[in-house]
């Protein structure tokens, strides 16, 4: 066996930001490592980053940019890579980029990376003796290569796809980032009579909305969503006083149970900024998660999920503003179902109607539940006994081999902060400091 036959040190399976800030922390810690990275079926493409690919400057990060950087070494470093690179865009400290400049970023980042990179999709992963076998659809011309072995693997797949909706009409856009990448430039197929309907009120609603404007659409757009609310706008709060975060940290440590924890924010809400309370948490939301049972996790889920998204999540102030001015825009509380017959149905406080639109666009978020019932390489590595998924039903348990590692959205339930940026650094590097150690 040849020093290129030998197994690599490290394979990492995805090309997302969670897949760049692994690869990043692995040639940091660990410079003498052979490093697979296994990143999709095209060297150059976007579409392993949909929300960070499309061609909009109006979809807008929700995260101030200097906490963008994804190399734990460097957590400005997309800031400094801004200014260095792109001194004309004037970026400024605070300010909310278009999410396609990101894009732009992780490009750089992955091509300056001095690693073997495997294109093609991942179809699935099994020990060959000591080491990971990786079922590689080679894009490459010789396609009989041998599958590459490895002997830790990182698996990095970021969101999965949305919801499944039974019986769906022709209208109906399960992957709304899918619809809009196959868009033309120059506009949408609708006319300006057309209503079309939003399924959700999170951030990839309000980038579907944000989009649809940019190319013309002057029709009404009738967003519907369970908790009837956008999310909130960020604005500038001072951290809490000292005193104030022992205290809220106290009372949250006396809180045994979900509504007691609710109790607490409420009350700390009323006397004190809600973003600087919500802000404190940040690092101990973790721990405080895993110390709720799991019925408690469940009722957070069912009851405090929504609320807390809107507030934790916040969006950019003059994106917030560009929605309330939007007056063709209507947010309302409801649910959305689609019967035998094919038919959208509204769900509301006066009963169930069939509302008249042209198209629909299904901005739930992901769906772990469905992935996992479905054909992924993540279902099929539950199935197959490699991982073993999340009793909530919202990702997978962390792997009991240690020579496999979960990185990103597929931990939420094992962790409520799991897929922003500081928690992907975090997650890379406690992954590979302790394949190092």
Do not use: K
């Not at 693997?153 to 009409?169: D, E, I, K, S, Y």
């Not at 948490?281 to 069912?302: C, I, M």
């Amino acid at each position: 066996m040849t020093a290129n036959d030998a197994p690599y040190d490290l394979a990492v399976i995805g090309g997302g930001p969670a897949g760049v800030a692994t690869v990043l922390a692995a040639v940091a810690q660990a410079p003498a490592w052979r490093v697979l990275w296994c990143r999709g079926p095209e060297p150059a493409a976007r579409a392993f980053l949909p929300a960070y690919g499309a061609n909009s400057l109006r979809h807008r990060l929700n995260v101030p940019v200097e906490r963008m950087g994804l190399d734990a070494e460097a957590p400005v470093d997309f800031f400094d890579w801004l200014r260095r690179e792109h001194p004309r865009r004037g970026v400024e400290p605070g300010q909310f980029v278009p999410r396609r400049w990101f894009g732009e970023y992780l490009e750089a980042r992955r091509a300056g990376l001095d690693v073997d990179a495997g294109f093609g999709a991942v179809n699935g992963l099994r020990r060959e003796g000591d080491p990971w076998r990786i079922d590689l659809d080679h894009d490459a011309p010789d396609r009989s290569a041998a599958p590459p072995l490895a002997r830790r693997v990182a698996l990095c797949l970021g969101m999965p796809a949305g919801l499944p909706m039974p019986n769906a009409p022709r209208h109906w856009v399960s992957d709304p980032w899918a619809w809009w990448r196959a868009l033309p430039y120059d506009g949408v197929p609708l006319q300006d009579d057309d209503t079309v309907l939003v399924v959700g009120s999170g951030l990839t609603a309000v980038d579907m909305v944000l989009g649809l404007r940019e190319r013309g659409f002057r029709g009404r757009i009738r967003a519907v969503s369970p908790g009837g609310r956008w999310s909130q706008a960020h604005a500038p709060a001072a951290p809490l006083a000292p005193e104030v975060r022992e205290a809220l940290d106290d009372a949250l440590d006396d809180a045994v149970s979900a509504r007691e924890v609710l109790r607490v924010l409420r009350e700390f809400s009323a006397r004190h900024p809600w973003r600087a309370v919500i802000d404190a948490l940040r690092a101990d939301t973790n721990a405080r998660w895993a110390a709720l049972g799991p019925d408690e996790q469940r009722r957070v889920l069912r009851h405090a999920f929504g609320v807390w998204n809107r507030h934790r999540h916040r969006m950019a102030p003059d994106v917030c503003a560009a929605l309330e001015a939007d007056a063709m825009l209507s947010l309302e509380s409801g649910r959305i179902r689609v019967d035998a017959a094919g038919r959208i149905v509204l769900r509301n406080r006066l009963g169930e109607s069939v509302p008249d639109v042209a198209l629909a666009l299904d901005c739930r978020g992901p769906g772990f539940r469905a992935a996992l019932a479905g054909d992924s390489l993540l279902a099929r590595l539950v199935r197959e006994g490699v991982l073993e998924a999340h009793p909530l039903g919202t990702g997978v348990r962390a792997p009991a081999d240690a020579s496999l590692a979960v990185v990103g959205a597929a931990r939420f339930g094992e962790r409520f902060e799991t897929s922003a940026v500081p928690e992907l650094r975090q997650q890379a590097v406690e992954v590979v400091r302790g394949w190092v150690a």
